[in-house]
């Protein structure tokens, strides 16, 4: 397993990512949505690091179940608990892979008649795009790879790791 990103390179970018919001949403409230589970290390992280009244809620989509491909349409298990009529809403989440996910979570939210919906992911993984939809704020880019570690698992494995790895094939046959 080979280390893309050490704790700190992440640090520095989320405190990046939350001067850039903070800026960007100046005089408004945030509607914070963290994705679980994926999402979670880096919403908290990175709601430490941005300098605005907050709500935060979190949502809960399909994953890849037990392995790295994705298995037809995206389930909303778990879905927020507060009204978001006229906010400014963010979704949170570890890494836009297809889009797919994402992209119908966005749509679900626009329908609830917010003022507007961004994505913010810890990493935009560019080459099995599979929709138009893009995150708005983004940490790092990869084109392709597995990536664990800092909420991002395979198969509930490597979760908890505190930097960004890239999975071998080799790892990956041995966990499955
Ligand atoms: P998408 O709908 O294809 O964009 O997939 C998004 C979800 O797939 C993410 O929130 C992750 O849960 C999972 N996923 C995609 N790529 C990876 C990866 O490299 N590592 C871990 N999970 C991934
Ligand atoms: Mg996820």
């Known amino acids: 397993m ?13 405190a990046e990512l939350g001067d850039k919001i903070s800026l960007a949403y100046q005089g408004h409230e945030l509607f914070i949505i963290g994705i679980l589970k994926g999402g979670f290390m880096f919403m908290s992280d990175l709601v430490r690091r941005i300098n605005l009244p907050m709500r935060i809620e979190f949502a809960r989509l399909s994953s ?19 009204p978001i009529t006229g ?15 994402l992209l119908a979570y966005k749509k679900h939210l626009l329908e609830k008649g917010p003022a507007s919906v961004k ?8 080459q099995r795009r599979e929709t138009s939809v893009s995150p708005d704020y983004y940490g790092f880019r ?11 698992d395979f198969a509930e494995n490597y979760r908890t790791l505190p930097q960004l790895c890239v999975l071998d094939p080799e790892d990956r046959r041995n966990l499955s």
């Open 119 to 126: 994505i913010c992911t810890m990493i935009d993984k560019t």
């Open 64 to 82: 890849y179940g037990n392995s790295d491909s994705p298995i037809g349409d995206v389930a909303l298990l778990d879905d927020i608990h507060e």
């Open 87 to 101: 906010k400014h809403v963010l979704i949170v989440d570890d890494i836009m892979d297809t889009g797919h996910s």
């Open 2 to 14: 080979k280390v893309l990103y050490t704790a700190s390179d992440i640090a520095e970018k989320v």
């Open 142 to 152: 990869i084109s392709e790879g597995f990536v664990v570690g800092y909420g991002l």
